[in-house]
């Protein structure tokens, strides 16, 4: 995928996380590990509130302008 904002190739990844380590990115078909959360490997700093619950999504990520796209729908 190409990022919308500067045309470089984006990096597919996974976001997970809980409520103990936060919230994490990692390029390829698998989330952070244990121990990618110990060392704060994949940590995103736009991380305001801790979450309640873990969770993965699916996402795509720009190194260069650091912008992160979610495909996402909201149901009624």
Request: net charge positive.
């Amino acid at each position: 995928m190409l990022c919308p904002y500067c045309g470089e190739e984006m990096k597919a990844g996974i976001l997970n996380g809980d409520t103990r380590t936060g919230i994490h990115w990692k390029e390829g078909t698998k989330g952070s590990t244990v121990m990618d959360r110990i060392c704060n490997i994949g940590n995103l700093t736009a991380l305001k509130h801790k979450w309640s619950m873990w969770f993965t999504l699916e996402s795509h990520f720009c190194r260069k302008c650091k912008k992160m796209i979610i495909d996402t729908d909201v149901t009624r």
